[in-house]
């Protein structure tokens, strides 16, 4: 089964700051999607951006871009400007086309904004 | 469309009990999934649906764990004879086309 890491178990950014965090993955195919989630606390997860493999390009949504580099299998998420409601558990996900739709995801990095 | 709904939000039973959860998605979408998460974790895939078929199970979901879901709409996900280890927060997700996931709140289980 393909293994999501992200070693980061906190991070804090100031607010307006920018912060990175990373994620990085093990696969042995060459065509899958990446995602990262947002769980604010005792909320439901949300989507906050998804890259698929075959594209070069960096995704971006508005303060949030990654930088995927697929021969390093890292998927980084920079949030610019950060804001008070940013803080949140930000989970990276991995799915395979191959393996019947299911969703990897990581343990997940907890990010605290500091006004 | 309200989002993927989840009943209950929180639920507490005696070891030993049986527990039923109900998953209510997104109306167009085809595809619904399972997952448990506990604290510190990310969410762990439990099961797929596809329409009514349930088209893939994890290897973590014992005899104790059955999912259905009837007409293709919501999703029941039932754990029998509970145990501690049980306890966690179990969400459910449903998606259009299996590219992305929208998430419900999660139903917590205690088990005392």
């Known amino acids: 089964a393909q293994t999501v890491t992200q070693s980061q178990p906190e991070m804090s950014v100031q607010e307006a700051e920018t912060v990175t965090l990373s994620c990085t993955y093990d696969?042995?195919?060459?065509?899958?999607?990446l995602f990262w989630y947002k769980q604010p606390p005792s909320r439901q997860m949300i989507l906050v951006i998804r890259?698929?493999?075959?594209?070069?390009q960096n995704a971006t949504e508005n303060r949030f871009s990654v930088n995927f580099q697929k021969a390093a299998k890292s998927f980084s998420l920079k949030i610019s400007d950060s804001q008070l409601g940013d803080a949140a558990m930000y989970f990276c996900?991995?799915?395979?086309?191959?393996?019947?739709?299911?969703?990897?995801f990581g343990t997940g990095t907890s990010l605290t904004v500091i006004p | 469309d309200t989002g993927v709904s989840q009943n209950p939000r929180h639920k507490i039973t005696k070891r030993g009990q049986n527990v039923t959860f109900r998953c209510d998605p997104i109306?167009?979408?085809?595809?619904l999934y399972w997952y448990r998460q506990t604290l510190g974790q990310g969410p762990e895939f439990l099961t797929y649906?596809?329409?009514?078929?349930?088209?893939?199970k994890s290897r973590l979901l014992s005899d104790r764990f059955s999912a259905e879901r009837p007409k293709g709409s919501f999703s029941t996900l039932e754990i029998q004879r509970t145990e501690q280890g049980d306890s966690a927060m179990y969400l459910c997700?449903?998606?259009?086309?299996?590219?992305?996931?929208?998430f419900g709140p999660g139903t917590r289980l205690t088990v005392t």
């Open positions: 997700a449903s998606s259009p086309y299996g590219y992305e996931q929208y």
């Open positions: 696969t042995s195919e060459s065509d899958y999607y």
């Open positions: 890259q698929e493999a075959y594209k070069q």
């Open positions: 996900a991995y799915r395979s086309p191959n393996t019947g739709n299911q969703f990897y």
């Open positions: 109306s167009e979408h085809n595809r």
């Open positions: 649906f596809q329409n009514e078929a349930q088209l893939e």
